[in-house]
């Protein structure tokens, strides 16, 4: 294998030579990559995308030659679109080395295009300046688009008729929410195959690029102690809650149309679910761990409506300062029907989970994220009287923390130290912060760099999306057909826990 190797290297540097002394340009046989965020003005343009090329490139990891374009409508030269752009670069690495050096060779990089997005000709304007760029070379594109859902077909029609590269790769990544029900997303997906083949799209779903969810697999496939535990003999629930500590915040106009059931659960917490639940893949491969994925969907059962707490937040008071309402947001009608809060549980009707309950919980204007799995309860009851009065705190649980602080640990039983025979529920912990010196990078950078180097595990298939809907259409629809509103709750955690779906699951840390 040396040998073959050493000689294919031996051979391309003779032909690199042979070449530079004849004369070839070598660069125009490299390959280029031009990323187009198509909605640059916009809020995730300049909150996580630029942000995010941006880490990649001071990281190396993007390719020699790459060009950004920020294309919308609004009116803006290089150098305005260079200006928004540096003002939400940060330089998160470490060691913050030559930040501003690499923060200024990044912007050289970056261009304006401002145009429709259901305009053949814009885009072809487009097109002609990224030749330009291009230089010759093989050319890769990425268009990421990062606009309001009803404009997506609009300009993937046009990102690819016009503006496609003709002699490398084209590939779109798409922003959710991909549709409002399985109609509507079955219909989007349809429009977008007339344009694209399924692998040219890239249906981004940022939890999958968030660091401890790539981990969830390593840590239940790579460590044997958990293997054996990851299932319904042994776990009695698993908890995914997401709560943020910011209500909708000036994207009340899109948050109202969809609510929180569609924002976070169908995609974010299903996703982590799939992960958490999924049989062992065949291999690493992106094909091997998407059907592992929706074999796991599939296996769901539809939600019911009995399985279903919904609500919405309150203004309220906390440390003398008053936050406000859900429809206190301007963007918000006043008489807003829309959850801001949910809580459901579901069930995968395998040999693995039968009757093992997930329960998912979001909100906005609450507290933070993880994963909390529950194990059964030692059988017998040897150390049961040493807890107390509490027998629940006997319980393991594996806790992780997906942000922020990230953070795994294990609730774990141990002896107080002293002479009597009192028993702890204490926490074996990995705190990442304490672990690893270095940030970890946001979602969105691993994603962006999966997508240029073509790999999709981390990006929903439509299968996949089909999976998703079909388990979450049914009770949307008749919670909105009944304009069902089964409460209201109050910013207060203390009320939450009221919510009797939860009630003998409240865990020892009181969440
Ligand atoms: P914005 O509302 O900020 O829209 C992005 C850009 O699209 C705007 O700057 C505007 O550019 C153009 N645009 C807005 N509304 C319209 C319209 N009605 N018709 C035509 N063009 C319009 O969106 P975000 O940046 O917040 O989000 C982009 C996408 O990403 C959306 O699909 C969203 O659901 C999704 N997303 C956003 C997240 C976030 O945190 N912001 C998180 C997860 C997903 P111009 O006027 O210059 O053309
Ligand atoms: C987005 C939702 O997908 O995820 C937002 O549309 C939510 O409503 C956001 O705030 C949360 O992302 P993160 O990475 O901050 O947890």
Same mark, same amino acid.
């Given at each position: ?14 032909? @690199?030579?042979? $070449? ?33 090329? =941006? ?31 540096? $003002? ?137 102690? =958990? ?14 809650? =997401? ?54 969907? *599939? ?14 937040? @309150?203004?309220?008071? @906390? ?13 918000? +009608? @006043? ?36 994963? *909390? ?5 030692? +059988? ?91 388990? =979450? ?39």
């Amino acid at each position: 294998f040396k040998k073959v190797k050493d000689g294919l290297l031996s051979s391309i540097t003779s032909a @690199k030579e042979l $070449k530079e002394t004849a004369g070839f340009d070598m660069n125009k046989n490299e390959s280029t990559v031009s990323i187009t965020v198509v909605g640059a003005s916009g809020d995730l343009a300049k909150k996580k995308i630029f942000p995010a090329l =941006f880490a990649l490139y001071y990281e190396d990891c993007l390719p020699k030659h790459f060009t950004v374009f920020g294309y919308a409508r609004s009116k803006m030269t290089d150098a305005e679109l260079r200006n928004m752009v540096s $003002k939400t670069l940060t330089c998160r690495i470490d060691k913050r080395e030559n930040c501003s050096e690499k923060m200024d060779q990044f912007l050289k990089r970056c261009f304006y295009h401002s145009g429709q997005y259901d305009s053949q000709e814009n885009f072809t304007e487009l097109d002609k300046k990224l030749k330009e760029h291009e230089g010759g070379r093989l050319s890769n594109r990425l268009f990421y688009l990062s606009i309001p859902p009803n404009i997506f077909i609009d300009a993937v029609k046009c990102a690819s008729t016009s503006a496609s590269s003709a002699n490398g790769w084209t590939r779109v990544i798409v922003e959710k929410p991909f549709g409002r029900d399985s109609e509507s997303s079955a219909a989007l997906t349809k429009s977008l195959k007339q344009y694209l083949d399924e692998e040219q799209i890239f249906r981004i779903d940022h939890y999958l690029g968030k660091e401890l969810v790539e981990n969830l697999s390593v840590l239940r496939f790579s460590n044997l102690i =958990f293997e054996p535990l990851w299932s319904r003999q042994y776990i009695r629930n698993v908890q995914l809650i =997401f709560s943020e500590d910011f209500g909708t915040e000036g994207r009340g106009g899109y948050f109202d149309h969809y609510g929180i059931i569609r924002d976070i659960m169908q995609n974010h917490l299903l996703q982590i679910l799939a992960l958490f639940a999924m049989e062992t893949p065949v291999s690493l491969d992106a094909e091997d761990i998407r059907n592992e994925k929706v074999k796991v969907l *599939r296996s769901m059962r539809p939600i019911r409506l009995e399985d279903v707490v919904i609500g919405q937040y @309150k203004s309220h008071i @906390k440390g003398g300062i008053t936050y406000p309402a859900y429809t206190d947001d301007k963007t918000v +009608p @006043k008489d807003s029907l829309t959850p801001t809060f949910a809580a459901a549980a579901l069930f995968i009707d395998n040999a693995r989970w039968d009757g093992v309950p997930f329960l998912m919980k979001a909100g906005k204007a609450l507290h933070n994220k993880r994963i *909390r799995v529950q194990f059964r309860h030692v +059988p017998g009851n040897l150390y049961n009287r040493n807890f107390g009065t509490d027998l629940d705190r006997g319980t393991n649980e594996l806790v992780i923390r997906v942000q922020p602080d990230e953070a795994i640990y294990l609730k774990i039983n141990n002896k107080v130290p002293g002479l009597g025979m009192r028993l702890d529920h204490s926490n074996l912990n990995l705190h990442y912060a304490a672990r690893y010196s270095k940030e970890i990078p946001d979602a969105y950078e691993r994603l962006l760099l999966d997508a240029i180097e073509g790999e999709r595990r981390l990006f929903i298939r439509s299968d996949e999306l089909d999976a998703a809907w079909s388990l =979450f259409t049914p009770v949307l629809k008749e919670l909105e057909e009944k304009r069902l509103f089964l409460s209201t709750i109050h910013m207060v955690v203390g009320d939450l826990l009221g919510l009797t779906i939860f009630q003998q699951d409240t865990t020892s840390d009181g969440e």
